[in-house]
């Protein structure tokens, strides 16, 4: 009998009874939601209204940058959220658009911390970029921002999701510690292409720039 607590362990030629090509519970509320019977979400998604903002107004997805890293970062959208159980006592469904977390305050805390400096010569770079609500709950618990707390966000190369798993993780402030756990990839416990709920973008990650990658993570690697 196979061993079902490893979900790469079996593969059966039925992929519907295959463990490893069974969907996360994320991936399949968005497969749900590109069926058929998600026409009227799948438009709302196409133009959201937000309800609350973080950060700088999001001009560019998480399909690429173009720019520089820091020119990307102020204007990167990030992972649209839905309302969740939160909306339902102000009147809104779970599935309803709720905001973009955005990086304003990573964006913000790099200039002000003295990092930016680093960023604008030399290079290539690969950041990981936490998104607002990311580094506000950081400061809820751990306190203010320092500059080794965003310099641990910052790997010198230029590293794409795909190569995360192979390749060295020593950012500006330390050696970084990946690992792969229920079918995801985590660098210091957060994700890596984290997905979102319902229809909106999910965290983006490979954002090319012109002097490295973005990707972004839920959470702050110093928490």
Known sequence: MADTRDPDAYVDSDPRKSISAAPSFEEYLKQRAGGAGAAAPAAKAAAPAPVAS????????????????LGTLASLQGPGQVWGDLGIAQGHEESDF????NFGKFYAALNSLGVAAELSGGGPYTVFAPTDPALESY???RGPLTAEVIKM????????SKDIPTTPLNSL??????????RKHFVND?????KTFGPFSDYPIDVQCDNGVIHAVSLCFAM
Not at 190 to 194: D, K, S
Request: aromatic share 8%; no cysteine; charged share 15%.
């Open 54 to 69: 973080y950060g700088a107004p999001a001009a560019s997805s998480g399909g690429g940058g173009g720019g520089s890293i």
């Open 98 to 101: 709720m905001r973009y977390d």
């Open 139 to 141: 400061e809820v618990m």
């Open 153 to 160: 966000h910052i790997v010198k190369g230029k590293i794409a």
């Open 173 to 182: 402030a330390g050696p970084l510690k990946y690992r792969y756990a229920v």
């Open 190 to 194: 957060a994700v890596i292409g984290e």
